[in-house]
C-alpha cells in the first residue's frame, strides 16, 4: 500500500505541478498572443475535458499525500507533526490545499465561463476578462504548487 501512494502521490502530484506551471507561465500567455487564433486551442483543451481530469488529479494527490502523512506520523502523531521534516509536510500540504481550493473555485469555473461567453462574438470581451483573471489565478496556483512540490522534496532533510 505505501508503494502504490507513493506512487500516486509522486506521478500524480509531479503532473499537477507541471502541468499547472506550463499552463500559467507558457501555454496561456501564448495563447493570449496568438489572440483569436489561441481561442482554438482552448476549445481544444476543452473537448479533452481538461478542465475535468484536472480536479480529479489534484484530489487523488491530496488523498494520497494525506494517507502517506498520516503513515509518515503513526496517525497524526503530535511529536512528529512538531518536528521540522513534519510541519515542512504540513506546510507544503496547506499550500497544495490552497491551490487545489483556488483552482476549483476561482480558475475552473472562470475558464468554464469564458469558453461559453467566446461562443458569442457579443461577449467576447467579458470571456477575455475571466481569462485574464484565471491567468492570474493560474500563476498563484502555480507558485502555490511549486512551493508545495519544494516542501515534500526537502522535508526528508529539514
Not at 7 to 20: C, D, E, K, Q, S
Not at 59 to 80: D, M, R
Not at 122 to 146: D, E, F, H, P
Amino acid at each position: 500500500m505505501l508503494l502504490a501512494m507513493r506512487l500516486v502521490h509522486i506521478v500524480l502530484g509531479a503532473f499537477w505541478v507541471g502541468t499547472l506551471i506550463f499552463t500559467a507561465f507558457f501555454l496561456g500567455p501564448a495563447v493570449r498572443d496568438a489572440g483569436p487564433e489561441g481561442g482554438k486551442v482552448m476549445e481544444a483543451l476543452m473537448r479533452r475535458r481538461f478542465m475535468n481530469i484536472m480536479p480529479v488529479v489534484a484530489i487523488l494527490t491530496l488523498a494520497s499525500g494525506v494517507w502517506l502523512y498520516w503513515f509518515a506520523s503513526a496517525g497524526f502523531q503530535p511529536a512528529y507533526m512538531r518536528s521540522p521534516a513534519g510541519m515542512t509536510i504540513g506546510i507544503g500540504a496547506l499550500a497544495a490545499v490552497a491551490a487545489f481550493v483556488l483552482g476549483v473555485g476561482i480558475l475552473r469555473p472562470a475558464m468554464l465561463k469564458a469558453a461559453r461567453l467566446s461562443q458569442d462574438p457579443a461577449q467576447l470581451a467579458a470571456a477575455q476578462a475571466l481569462r485574464m483573471r484565471a491567468a492570474v489565478m493560474g500563476q498563484v496556483i502555480a507558485a502555490l504548487l511549486a512551493a508545495a512540490a519544494a516542501a515534500m522534496a526537502i522535508a526528508r532533510y529539514v
